[in-house]
């Protein structure tokens, strides 16, 4: 603009800024765009829980089941310990990092209830977590439920988890229909 009006920076910069009112402003970020389906959905969902509550609210809090993914980075720290060596006294001092790069990286897949943790899964390395995987990791669920919470294994559980895809594939949302 300096150059097409043949002007300075500052008298652009006052003309744009004091005068125009301009600011600069960075883009607020949000977690994810909504589109009214969802908007539909998530309401459908809160009023499905909501009647669900009325009718059975003392025992409603202890029915939920939470899930959730994470990647774990994998360390294989060495102890102070473990890493002495002889030196010379004129050497130099060894330094040793406290981060070391991570050997691999595993996806967890963790449920809970309001009292504890029921499941921690760690997929194999290098697994793609896809509906049967997820699959397999909801019959652990199950097992862990029946040890874990044998006076809920015959009653309906309601599970929640976000909605990537391996969650809401057709054979997985038949899988957890079957249970209810």
Same mark, same amino acid.
């Given at each position: 603009? /300096? /150059?097409?009006?043949?002007?300075?920076?500052?008298?652009?910069?006052?003309?744009?800024?004091?005068?125009?009112?301009?600011?600069?402003?960075?883009?607020?970020?949000?977690?994810?765009?909504?589109?009214?389906?969802?908007?539909?959905?998530? &309401?459908?969902?809160?009023?499905a829980?909501?009647?669900?509550?009325?009718?059975?609210?003392?025992?409603?809090?202890e029915?939920?089941?939470?899930?959730? /993914?994470?990647?774990?980075?994998?360390?294989?720290?060495?102890? &102070?310990?473990?890493?002495?060596?002889? +030196?010379?006294?004129?050497?130099?001092?060894?330094?040793?990092?406290?981060?070391?790069?991570?050997?691999?990286?595993?996806?967890?897949?963790?449920?809970?209830?309001?009292?504890?943790?029921?499941?921690?899964?760690?997929?194999?390395?290098?697994?793609? !977590?896809?509906?049967?995987?997820?699959q397999?990791?909801?019959? +652990?669920?199950?097992?862990?439920?029946?040890? &874990?919470?044998?006076?809920?294994?015959? &009653?309906?559980?309601?599970l929640?988890?976000?909605?990537?895809?391996?969650?809401?594939?057709?054979?997985? !949302?038949?899988?957890? /229909?079957?249970?209810?």
């Amino acid at each position: 603009m /300096e /150059e097409q009006f043949n002007l300075s920076h500052g008298t652009i910069w006052d003309f744009v800024h004091e005068r125009l009112g301009y600011r600069k402003a960075c883009s607020r970020w949000i977690p994810r765009h909504l589109t009214e389906d969802h908007k539909k959905n998530r &309401k459908g969902a809160f009023l499905a829980h909501l009647l669900h509550f009325n009718g059975h609210s003392e025992d409603f809090l202890e029915q939920i089941i939470t899930g959730d /993914e994470t990647w774990v980075h994998q360390y294989c720290a060495e102890t &102070k310990v473990q890493s002495v060596a002889w +030196k010379l006294p004129r050497s130099p001092t060894i330094k040793k990092f406290k981060t070391s790069t991570s050997s691999g990286k595993l996806m967890a897949t963790v449920f809970w209830d309001m009292n504890f943790v029921l499941l921690l899964h760690f997929s194999p390395p290098n697994e793609t !977590v896809n509906s049967a995987a997820y699959q397999v990791t909801l019959q +652990k669920l199950k097992r862990a439920i029946q040890c &874990k919470r044998p006076r809920m294994s015959d &009653k309906r559980v309601l599970l929640l988890h976000d909605n990537a895809r391996p969650h809401t594939a057709h054979v997985t !949302v038949n899988l957890l /229909e079957r249970w209810s």
